[in-house]
């Protein structure tokens, strides 16, 4: 398959330059290269490949923006949980909305079924090739780019989404257009909701063994924000010394040491490292989840008091995948437009006196309806591609406003999670606060029902007495500092969030749909309109007083 570098329209190998400007045309390996998914985004070239999917640059012709896309490898066509996990991603991602985390922008499926994603086309680097060419950071760079990525970890929680695969190589480093790093937070594809089991396969290890917490190696379904501060610890111990705090060569080590081992101190690596990271990334790394930070808003705020004002400015990424120059589409149709004309002057030229041959009368005929009808799909196009563009702008604010909101409940949360955690915990039997006694004694009277199943014992009833204790206790401490109101209205933000998705998703579906019906019937008259010119070009060549006109074709029209 060959495709042309200029507007992206395909041929097949046995021609060499493009009808539409007279390029000399491109072989490509990769056969969705040129190929128009959602009938408006050009694939142009591939920029990575995983295990489950392909990365392409794409050209969005509607909206005059070049964006990222994620399809998925053909062998998982019929894969329809990965399906499901894929529109997961895409939804969940979107409702995010936070500068340090991808966005996304769409969702669908190519012609032969395979799902993709529109995501915004970042410029920079992941962070492990930053790490393999500098090997560690210094100590005020590993806080700058830590605060950002602990904001990112917060949002995601905020909306109770676990990523579950912290690591290097999703944390991509942009350019910004003052020069400092924006941190994005990418490859949600694996991230759950922690109340969604069903899309995970019973005894599948989700994750990098390297960062993977403790509790996710005792249970392989245990999905908690906790275990994503955990991979933050180990993410924060490698930027600022070089290396990982635990290292194996097999699953079994890092379990091993994840499970049982002390971590090196910070400071004992790391010169001049700053005591509060120090602590920080200790707490971080504790083997109990209870023993780590509340949330990642304590981590973000622990990071604010030691990061430099620059640091602590929320940054955007720099415009390289906003709008671009008009290309593609509004070229190949202006060229299309230019060359039917072209051939009804050679028509006039050789039969002045409109006696043309009837076939090649109406092949003419046949290219410019062909060509009207290809400019009025277009102008449809723009229409519903501007509604769907205002129906996104209006979302994204919506996302941004609720979003503000929840960051807001969740910080003064998190605050009282603190507050409660130091004002509960002496009181509480066994260390820990009183959630976890509770879970202590609950645990043990389970224990005492599954061995003696048929005689109550008194432990069992000591144990059943000190598990309603602490849940009374519990619950005494969450009136006190305010927790239970505060995790209400938070609630409460969540279901407007997703209510205002459900609607907009169903507005979405039905224009995207006529999008893509829209730009495969235009797909399909680019492939008669290049019949009937490479037909009437067959049919008129070779005559000496059309030599201009041709000249004219190969040009571009």
């Excluded at 985004?41 to 969005?60: C, D, F, P, S, W």
């Excluded at 969450?478 to 505060?486: I, P, V, Y």
Aim: with cysteine; glycine share 6%; charged share 30%.
């Amino acid at each position: 398959m060959k495709v042309c570098p200029s507007c992206r329209l395909r041929y097949g190998d046995d021609v060499e330059f493009c009808l539409v400007d007279g390029e000399v045309l491109e072989a490509v390996q990769d056969p969705r290269i040129g190929h128009v998914l959602g009938g408006r985004y050009t694939l142009t070239e591939v920029i990575g490949r995983g295990g489950m999917a392909t990365v392409y640059k794409a050209h969005h012709s509607l909206g005059r923006r070049n964006v990222a896309i994620k399809v998925l490898h053909d062998r998982f066509a019929d894969d329809l949980s990965l399906h499901e996990r894929f529109a997961r991603e895409a939804e969940k991602t979107k409702s995010l909305a936070h500068p340090n985390i991808i966005e996304v922008y769409d969702l669908g499926k190519t012609d032969d079924g395979v799902p993709y994603l529109v995501m915004e086309l970042l410029d920079g680097h992941p962070l492990d090739q930053v790490l393999r060419r500098r090997r560690q950071l210094a100590p005020q760079e590993t806080i700058a780019l830590g605060l950002q990525i602990a904001r990112g970890l917060s949002r995601a929680h905020d909306f109770d989404v676990v990523h579950r695969d912290v690591k290097p190589e999703n944390i991509f480093l942009c350019r910004s257009d003052d020069r400092v790093p924006v941190v994005k937070l990418v490859d949600f594809g694996i991230a759950i909701k922690q109340d969604d089991l069903r899309l995970t396969a019973s005894g599948q290890m989700i994750g990098s063994p390297r960062y993977m917490a403790p509790e996710r190696f005792r249970d392989k379904q245990v999905i908690i924000p906790a275990s994503d501060l955990y991979a933050f610890g180990i993410l924060l111990f490698e930027m600022a010394t070089g290396k990982l705090p635990f290292e194996s060569e097999s699953m079994a080590g890092y379990l091993f040491h994840h499970m049982e081992t002390a971590p090196p101190r910070l400071s004992s690596l790391v010169k001049d490292c700053p005591p509060e990271l120090d602590r920080l990334v200790d707490e971080l790394l504790a083997k109990e989840p209870s023993d780590r930070p509340v949330d990642a808003h304590a981590v973000v705020a622990t990071l604010s008091s030691v990061a430099t004002e620059s640091a602590k400015r929320i940054r955007r990424v720099s415009a390289l995948s906003q709008r671009v120059r008009a290309s593609g589409l509004q070229l190949r149709m202006d060229a299309w437009a230019a060359r039917a004309r072209t051939y009804s002057e050679m028509l006039d030229r050789c039969w002045p006196e409109e006696n043309a041959p009837r076939l090649m009368a109406e092949r003419a005929a046949e290219l410019n309806a062909a060509v009207a009808r290809l400019r009025m799909l277009h102008k449809v196009a723009k229409s519903r591609e501007e509604e769907l563009g205002q129906l996104d702008a209006q979302l994204k604010l919506d996302r941004e406003r609720i979003g503000h909101a929840i960051q807001a409940l969740a910080e003064d949360l998190s605050r009282s999670k603190s507050k409660e955690r130091d004002e509960v915990r002496p009181s509480a039997p066994g260390g820990g606060n009183w959630a976890d006694a509770y879970r202590r004694a609950l645990a043990a009277v389970i224990d005492f029902d599954m061995r003696h199943p048929n005689s109550p014992t008194d432990q069992a009833l000591r144990a059943l007495q000190d598990a309603t204790e602490a849940y009374e206790k519990w619950m005494e401490a969450q009136k006190r500092t305010g927790l239970t109101d505060l995790g209400f209205q938070l609630e409460a933000l969540r279901k407007r969030q997703s209510s205002l998705d459900g609607e907009a998703r169903d507005k979405r579906e039905r224009i995207s749909r006529e999008l893509t019906e829209n730009g495969e019937e235009r797909t399909r008259l680019e492939v008669k309109l290049v019949e009937l010119s490479q037909d009437l070009s067959a049919a008129l060549g070779g005559r000496p007083e059309l030599a201009d006109l041709f000249d004219r074709l190969r040009a571009g029209g």
